[in-house]
């Protein structure tokens, strides 16, 4: 088998990946398990699936516009659609909806199957030997970035592009020559439109590399040959964007657009280089060991989340390999300069900046797991060629004594640092330190080391990567094939807001829930929404949201429905449709909504006090005034006026002396509840001097109730909101809290009618719209220590309609959205206004009113408003990536150009 395995090398590996990926999938291929998970970082459940199923059915109608408004919250998808150029990813479009999992396993296979190729040919030139590329293949193919950030199916490609792009460049350091640098040219290219931020890290580690690798190869003349291969490797990167023309507009928009503009902007320099609290450091040691030490999926307690910080495991060869190499002769300095850029990526949070955006992650943690493999390689190299004994030995002693002390220690300070340790995990990973630490010391026979050693030494990483890598997957809530065919988004929804389509041809957004995990189900189902997950105009969100004063799980979810109901309504919300039964769309029944139908277990309301899609303001509001309200009072305001979205500042920065915001009647009854606790359970209350109110929790189980009996709602349009605000600057984190409510119809504490809400810094304010006819409402505080609340009350609205009136009688007509236009004819009696267009704000929209170009503006805090003058106003606005068409025709120019360069006979010519 050991001759095989070196006769067959490449043939081994492939075998060797493809046992493997049965092994650690085999559940989802042959059992009942789904390959789409619904906990932490659930991407391929609430976002790669909506994303092909829509793609899927624009694909299918050959609808190929800029902007879709009728699957999901609408979004520019000319980007999206281009990364599907790239072939694996086309080839789950084929697959379609009701395939999706089994599109997705194939494509994670050849995912792995190409990758363990690419990275063998990049090991095998650069070792210069088969056998040593094929151990540092396999753990990189099966490394716990691969197999964890693989979950999301557009980052598993995304290192097999990677892997691609450093065998292409391992290429071209050897051997040189136009058409090597061709292919890498394409490469970048097709990573580019696939997806810009994993081509950002990986552009950036090229470059390293290129320095690190001319310098550590010792040729003649390196600082000079560093300076032409930096060159050469920036006009490649050049080339590749020439290419991918196409897309580059629309990239920079996207990522202008995103919310990683705010995180690049909004960091100062001491908080880049302050070092990480002790947790973390003993959270990236113990990921050297495994993704899963100390826990999998929700069940994780390191720090910072599961995906985000650092994934370090390759195998357990790496510590021999840099403790092996750190002594061989020759190779300590490159080793020690190599620990120490890969500590300093780890030491701050600058890395992250830099490659990534976001302080809080470390997402390039792909390099450093790529390094451990060809430190693997350089050690498999000299077991294979010649040992240096004295290194050899050092390692097996000192490498057992690292290891396990290291982990020793992880698992005393597992209390002080709060960690769930597996011990499992410590068991196997001591267990695989000693087999390795055995299998190294045979290699001192010669006979064993031909015959035995790499049929051996294959088969336990084999054995360590399964062991390694399956809680990863198996540890974590997926779906079943059953919730699959019948949960989440097939569940009838699309059935319910295919009906709504047939019998409403007119503009209007639907709500579907409040799920994170089906914040998509507009994409999936082809509706237009009031929610979405990862849109492409987050920026908007993120504004709308912050006017709002809507708390969001974070900057890439905007879910919104029928509790944030004036935002609801202003957003053009019109339908709810609900599972069977829903306690709090029951209770609004009488107030805010009538049912108007039922398909199957779902059931269709329709908004009371619905919005033209399109509608007109006559008074523009100050943006100081406005800011200074809270977040009630922002929406309520926003139905007699309207904001410039650049004048909103958070409530916080604004002057607490600015006159009201609008002229609205505030005959609402308000009811001050800091007096009115009673039941109090685990907790003591603290009144402060400035009227607050501080809670402490003091047992297992701290809570108080409210008594609302007196306070019913049952008129039509009367609702009541809570409002819980918090003193901001005793937030630290995120502090959660859970609400119980009872009413008549359903007196006792029950889970359909409570919910887990959030207070944090940024979000201090809950507004809780309540049932109708509530009795109680209980506030349980968690693990809450303490929470000190400036203001809490109950505000009655006693006529919602009247609030909603003027702007529902807005004149409009034949208001559609076609070919990425927006369309409709409007009527302005006595003067004119602002039409307020309930589509997300981008510098893409272009406004024409009769005919003649019009200004757009940013209004309430991410809509499109147009000004328009007395009488009949023909609007349209127009959807359009700029430059587009010329990018298409530059990248098909450089593309042929580039092939032609491919396939001319241009003589070799070996650099050095």
Known sequence: MSSFIRKHTRTTLLAATAVLYLILYGRFLFGDAVYMYSDVGSDSLSSSYPIIVMLSRLFGTRTFNYYTLWDGLGADTTSTFLQYINPLKFLILLFGRDNFPIGILLVVFLTHMLTALFAFGFFRRLAKNDYAALLPSLAWTFSSYMVVWGQNYSYGMCMLMFTMIMFLLQCFLLSGGIRRAMLLVLGYAIFLISNYYF???????????????????GEEGKFALTFKRLFMLLAIGIGSVIVSAVSVLPIIMSFTGSARTGDATSVGIRQLIALFDWKTYMTFLGRIFSANIFGAGNAFTGSLNYYETALLSTSILFTFAVVYLFFRRGTFVKTLFSL????????????????????????????????????IAFLMKDLDEGIHKAPLVLSGILTPVITIGSLALLYITKDRFAFSFRNKTLVLSAACVVFFTVLLFLHFSEKLRQ?????????VLIAELAVQNMPSLYDRDFLTKEGFAHNFYNDGTQDASAKIRTEDESLYRICTGLDYDIANEGLVDGHNSVSVYSNTNAASLVSLTRAANVYQKSSNFFIVGYPQYYLYTLLGGKYLITDEPDFFADTYEESLFKKVDETGTNRTFENVNALPFGYVYENELNGAAFSALDGIDRMRALTTGYVRTEEIRPKDEASSGNKAASDFDR????????????????????????HSLTIYSNGTDPYFLYDL???????????QYLTLTADPDTLGGESQIQIFLTTKKHPQLCPELSRIYYLSHDYPELNILLPDQVQDIRVDLGNTAAITFREMKITTISNAASDFEALAKTDIKDALFRDDTYSATVYTKDKGGVLCVPLLYSENWKAYVNGSKADLMNINGGMLGVTLEKGENRVMIRYAVPYFKVGMYVSLAALVGVLVLCVIPFGRKKEG
Do not use: W
Request: aromatic residues 12%; proline residues 3%.
């Open 340 to 375: 120490l850029i890969a500590a300093g990526l780890l030491a701050v949070p600058l890395a992250g900046f830099v490659l990534t955006f976001n302080i809080h992650a470390q997402r390039y943690s792909f390099i450093i797991c790529f390094a451990e493999c060809i430190a």
């Open 199 to 217: 081509f950002y890290m990986t552009a950036a580690v090229s470059a390293l590399y290129v320095i690190l690798y001319t310098f550590y190869a």
């Open 709 to 719: 009996s007196g306070l019913n709602t049952s008129k039509k349009n009367q609702i």
């Open 667 to 690: 005959t609402e009854k308000e009811t001050d509840l800091l007096k009115k606790i009673h039941t109090p359970n685990d907790i003591s209350l603290e009144e402060n001097k400035d």
């Open 451 to 459: 015959r035995l050693l790499p049929a051996i030494m294959l088969l």
